[in-house]
T-cell receptor
Framework: SQQGEEDPQALSIQEGENATMNCSYK?????LQWYRQNSGRGLVHLIL?????REKHSGRLRVTLDTSKKSSSLLITASRAADTASYFCATAAEHDYKLSFGAGTTVTVRA | AAGVIQSPRHLIKEKRETATLKCYPI?????VYWYQQGPGQDPQFLISFYEKMQSDKGSIPDRFSAQQFSDYHSELNMSSLELGDSALYFC???????????FGSGTRLTVV
């Protein structure tokens, strides 16, 4: 991947449980974004967190950002079968506008 | 609301053929990005345009070229196709650079 690692690579949980995935990156960033992708489909933007923010919420999603450790986490609470997808973090570096994606975490939510 | 439109959705080409992928950004979006996602891979940045000028270039092969037209739509031209070019090609658009992106549904290119 262009910018770092996501962990775990795959995650299998029961419906109703929480899912947490982590992302690390290498360069200084302007913002970090999380995307969801259903198998072979388009990338859906979930949430954007700026480098001066530490935590952000959107519905059942909670994102944290630690710029000192160059890492971010995405928490999905009360997971549903429809949350089954691959989740990618992507960073926009300072003075750069393109996104660099991590390798993704595949989440399977069992009914 | 209008989204980013990519065409075609699916494309099958033979080796050494040429393919053209089209991207129609959200109205008033002036920036377009192209990404390539191989099977089981993360999306890789290819090239971007801002106000019809190339603004950044990533790991795009010399066999590929792209441009952004006066109506802000963009086309990715791929020549001398190779089996390894089989991938999902995404286009994203934004208003200005460094702002929120919206991705299209992608074009799945299969080279046989």
């Amino acid at each position: 991947s262009q910018q770092g690692e996501e962990d775990p690579q795959a995650l299998s949980i029961q419906e109703g449980e929480n899912a947490t995935m982590n992302c690390s990156y290498k360069t200084s960033i302007n913002n970090l974004q999380w995307y969801r992708q259903n198998s072979g489909r388009g990338l859906v933007h979930l949430i954007l967190i700026r480098s001066n923010e530490r935590e952000k919420h959107s519905g059942r999603l909670r994102v944290t950002l630690d710029t000192s450790k160059k890492s971010s986490s995405l928490l999905i609470t009360a997971s549903r079968a429809a949350d089954t997808a691959s989740y990618f973090c992507a960073t926009a570096a300072e003075h750069d506008y393109k996104l660099s994606f991590g390798a993704g975490t595949t989440v399977t939510v069992r009914a | 609301a209008a989204g980013v439109i990519q065409s075609p959705r699916h494309l099958i080409k033979e080796k050494r053929e040429t393919a053209t992928l089209k991207c129609y950004p959200i109205p008033r979006h002036d920036t377009v990005y192209w990404y390539q996602q191989g099977p089981g891979q993360d999306p890789q940045f290819l090239i971007s345009f801002y106000e019809k000028m190339q603004s950044d270039k990533g790991s795009i092969p010399d066999r590929f070229s792209a441009q952004q037209f006066s109506d802000y739509h963009s086309e990715l031209n791929m020549s001398s196709l190779e089996l390894g070019d089989s991938a999902l090609y995404f286009c994203a658009s934004s208003i200005g650079q460094g702002k929120g992106y919206t991705f299209g549904s992608g074009t799945r290119l299969t080279v046989v």
